[in-house]
């Protein structure tokens, strides 16, 4: 099989095309702009590797897409690119759009051209055997929770933010070119990811740097937001579950039965660092900020046989300790940001 993964410098994404080449014999091709939350030094150990291709480029190119469809016979999109950092997306929410929106519109026709059976038929809605566009996608889209209950397929899109947003925009135009089209389309949407190769901005590698420098932990509000943790090994085996087995046209949620306080999350951080809880730092709580999610991934586990393997103490723990022996690689991503940080 020959892949597309879209976004594959980033956490998810190079964590994903890792696990496949380990686990197939596919060729896998990882087109990526680069941006902040790009890195290549997450795939170095395998940058030779002869069924892995690095391509740099912007999803909105669609010459540039049509040239990777063509040239490496693409039969599966595994679509991770996004503007994820919700802060920003406050700031600048048409970077979002463009990016999240239009980008994801613009692979969906590339797919739709290249697969579709008769290219000189306007309308065809035949494509060829075994192909898949999958949407990675967040729980974000579902806006918040009260105190009881789970997100499932089937709970409405209720975005609070203009990152949820913009993914829940996509999420409908991947599921439109699904209804109108028949593009073979599904749609994961996932709870919090933790794991290695975790941009700093996010919330647990963030604490570690933070605490690993002794310096304040910014908490929004009171901390007691609930969050669903997901290890990024279970994600990988998750969406591997559903390239090969989800069924067309379907959403499934992918979930960690991880709930956990941001406050709990923290202190386990700073426990198991040895570091005093005073480097808590409360501060106003972010716009619209959601104050709870849990996901249910009941259809995913009963149609699918998918489970997560990870207890959030032992996956938090493998996790701190990553980051403990690979400093030098969290150092060199904060430059990078800083850098461009500057430069925009």
């Given at each position: 099989m020959n892949i597309l993964v879209t976004g594959g410098a980033g956490f998810i994404g190079s964590n994903f095309i890792k696990y496949m080449l380990s686990k197939y014999d596919y060729t896998i091709v990882n087109l990526d702009l680069l941006t902040y939350a790009g890195n290549l030094q997450n795939l170095k150990d395998i940058e030779d590797e002869e069924r892995y291709n690095f391509v740099k480029g912007d999803i909105c190119d669609r010459d540039l897409l049509t040239k990777l469809f063509h040239q490496y016979e693409i039969q599966a999109v595994i679509h991770f690119a996004a503007e994820s950092h919700v802060d920003k997306s406050i700031d600048e929410p048409e970077i979002f759009l463009k990016t999240n929106v239009f980008g994801t519109q613009a692979l969906l026709d590339t797919a739709k051209h290249y697969w579709k059976v008769r290219k000189s038929d306007k309308y065809c809605t035949e494509y060829k055997d075994d192909v898949k566009f999958i949407q990675i996608s967040t729980d974000e889209v579902y806006g918040a929770l009260?105190?009881?209950?789970?997100?499932?397929?089937?709970?409405?899109?209720?975005?609070?933010?203009?990152?949820?947003?913009s993914k829940a925009s996509a999420d409908l135009m991947v599921r439109a070119y699904y209804e109108t089209y028949k593009l073979p389309t599904v749609i994961t949407r996932c709870?919090?990811?933790?794991?290695?190769?975790?941009?700093?901005?996010?919330?647990?590698?963030?604490?570690?740097?933070?605490?690993?420098?002794?310096?304040?932990?910014?908490?929004?509000?009171?901390?007691?937001?609930?969050?669903?943790?997901?290890?990024?090994?279970?994600?990988?085996?998750?969406?591997?579950?559903?390239?090969?087995?989800?069924?067309?046209?379907?959403?499934?949620?992918?979930?960690?039965?991880?709930?956990?306080?941001?406050?709990?999350?923290?202190?386990?951080?700073?426990?198991?660092?040895?570091?005093?809880?005073?480097?808590?730092?409360?501060?106003?709580?972010?716009?619209?900020?959601?104050?709870?999610?849990?996901i249910a991934n009941t259809k995913i586990s009963e149609e699918l046989g998918w489970v997560p393997s990870n207890t959030f103490n032992d996956g938090l723990s493998k996790t701190i300790q990553w980051y403990l022996e690979n400093r030098e690689w969290t150092m060199s991503l904060i430059s990078i940001a800083n850098q461009t940080s500057k430069k925009n």
């Open positions: 009260g105190k009881e209950g789970c997100f499932t397929e089937k709970t409405n899109l209720s975005p609070n933010s203009p990152y949820s947003a709870s919090n990811n933790y794991g290695p190769y975790q941009f700093p901005e996010k919330l647990i590698p963030m604490i570690i740097s933070q605490a690993l420098n002794n310096l304040p932990i910014p908490v929004y509000g009171d901390g007691k937001q609930v969050r669903d943790w997901l290890h990024v090994e279970d994600h990988c085996t998750a969406i591997d579950s559903v390239l090969h087995s989800g069924r067309i046209g379907e959403v499934y949620n992918v979930g960690g039965n991880n709930e956990k306080e941001n406050i709990e999350t923290i202190k386990f951080i700073l426990n198991y660092l040895k570091k005093s809880e005073d480097l808590i730092e409360f501060v106003d709580d972010r716009l619209g900020h959601d104050g709870r999610y849990a």
